[in-house]
C-alpha cells in the first residue's frame, strides 16, 4: 500500500491538518511549509485521494440539517467530494437515535460513510458500521479516524474571558442529551471556572436551536449568573431573545456566549461573542481522510483543528 497523508505529515514535521491544507487549500499555508509537505509527499510517493482514488459514492449523517453548523459543515463536505466527482447520500437523523440506528444500516450499503456527530454510543456505532469505511467526525471513538473540532482552547478562552471583565457566577446553557461536544464543553467550562475560582451553574439539557435557548432563559436568569456561557450559537441567540421577554438586557444585564460562530453570529446587533469553530475545514479533510480510508488506508488516528474565541458585543462587566 502507497504512502498516506499521515506518513506525509509525519515526514514534514507537520499536524496531518496542516499536511491536508498543502493539497486543499495551499494559499492558507506559509510557502515555506506548503514546500516541506510537497517534497515529503514527492520523496514518499504520495497522491492526493482526489487523483489516486477512483470516484466514490459514500454516506453523511448528520443529527439535524437545519442546524447552520451541519449546513455548512455539509456544503464544505460537498466541495471537497465534487474535487474528486465523488457523490455524497445525505441522511438526516433528525435528533433521533432510532432514526440514526437505520440511517446508519442504509448507509452501510455505500463505499463508505461519514459519521457527524453521532449520538448512539460507541459499541454499537462501531457495531453498526462493521467493516464499512468510516470517518467520525466532531466526535472521538476509539478504533476509527476521527476529526474533531477543538473543545479546550476556545471554550477556556471564553471562560478566561468572563474572569478578566469580573463575572464571579456564570451558567453553562447544555445542548442535546448524548451529544458528545455537549460534554466535552461542559467538561472544559467546568475545569477553567475552577481555576479562576468561577462559580458555575449548569442548566438542564435543551435542543440545539433558537426555541431551546429561550427554554433555558427562565433558568438562567433564576440561577443568578451575570453570565452564560451556551452550547452553540443558535441556543445563545434564543438565550438572548428569552432574555428580553424577561426585561433583560444583553451586555447590560447579563452576558451571553456562543460557540461554533455561525454567519448569523455577526449580523445580530449586538454581534455575538463567541468560539469559532474550524467547521469548514473539518468536512474537507474528513473527505480526505475517507477517501484514504476506502483506498485501503488502516487510519485510526484522531486529528483536532483550532478554536478561537471571538468577541463581539454580547458581553460586558457585569452591572452592580
Not at 122 to 151: Q, S, T, Y
Not at 186 to 207: D, N, V, Y
Request: proline share 5%.
Amino acid at each position: 500500500m502507497g504512502a498516506t497523508l499521515t506518513d506525509v505529515a509525519r515526514r514534514a514535521g507537520v499536524s496531518i491538518a496542516t499536511a491536508s491544507r498543502a493539497f486543499g487549500e495551499p494559499d492558507r499555508l506559509a510557502s515555506a511549509t506548503r514546500d516541506r509537505v510537497l517534497h515529503a509527499a514527492n520523496e514518499l510517493g504520495y497522491d492526493s485521494p482526489q487523483a489516486a482514488t477512483a470516484t466514490r459514492s459514500f454516506g453523511v449523517i448528520v443529527p439535524d440539517v437545519a442546524n447552520p453548523v451541519y449546513a455548512t459543515l455539509l456544503k464544505a463536505i460537498h466541495t471537497q467530494a465534487w474535487h474528486g466527482r465523488h457523490r455524497t447520500v445525505l441522511f438526516d437523523a433528525d435528533e433521533d437515535r432510532r432514526r440514526e440506528r437505520e440511517q446508519i444500516e442504509r448507509a452501510r450499503k455505500l463505499d463508505g460513510m461519514l459519521l457527524c456527530s453521532p449520538r448512539l454510543p460507541d459499541d454499537e456505532v462501531l457495531e453498526l458500521v462493521g467493516d464499512v469505511p468510516v470517518v467520525v467526525v466532531n466526535r472521538r471513538i476509539d478504533g476509527v479516524p476521527c476529526v474533531l473540532m477543538d473543545m479546550e482552547n476556545g471554550p477556556q478562552q471564553a471562560v478566561e474571558h468572563l474572569a478578566a471583565l469580573g463575572h464571579t457566577h456564570i451558567a453553562y446553557a447544555a445542548g442535546p442529551p448524548g451529544s458528545w461536544a455537549d460534554g466535552q464543553r461542559a467538561a472544559t467550562i467546568t475545569k477553567a471556572c475552577e481555576r479562576f475560582g468561577i462559580r458555575l451553574t449548569p442548566l438542564s439539557h435543551q435542543a440545539a436551536s433558537i426555541q431551546g435557548g429561550r427554554a433555558a432563559a427562565a433558568p438562567a436568569a433564576a440561577s443568578g449568573a451575570t453570565a452564560v456561557i451556551a452550547y452553540n450559537d443558535l441556543v445563545a441567540l434564543g438565550l438572548e431573545a428569552g432574555m428580553a421577554d424577561l426585561g433583560r438586557s444583553c451586555p447590560a444585564d447579563i452576558s451571553i456566549i456562543g460557540i461554533d460562530d455561525i454567519d448569523m453570529a455577526s449580523a445580530v446587533n449586538p454581534g455575538l461573542t463567541t468560539v469559532k469553530m474550524p467547521i469548514e475545514r473539518c468536512g474537507a479533510l474528513a473527505v480526505e481522510l475517507l477517501l484514504q480510508v476506502m483506498a485501503g488506508a488502516a487510519l485510526t488516528e484522531t486529528a483536532t483543528l483550532g478554536s478561537q474565541l471571538i468577541v463581539r458585543g454580547t458581553t460586558a462587566a457585569p452591572s452592580r
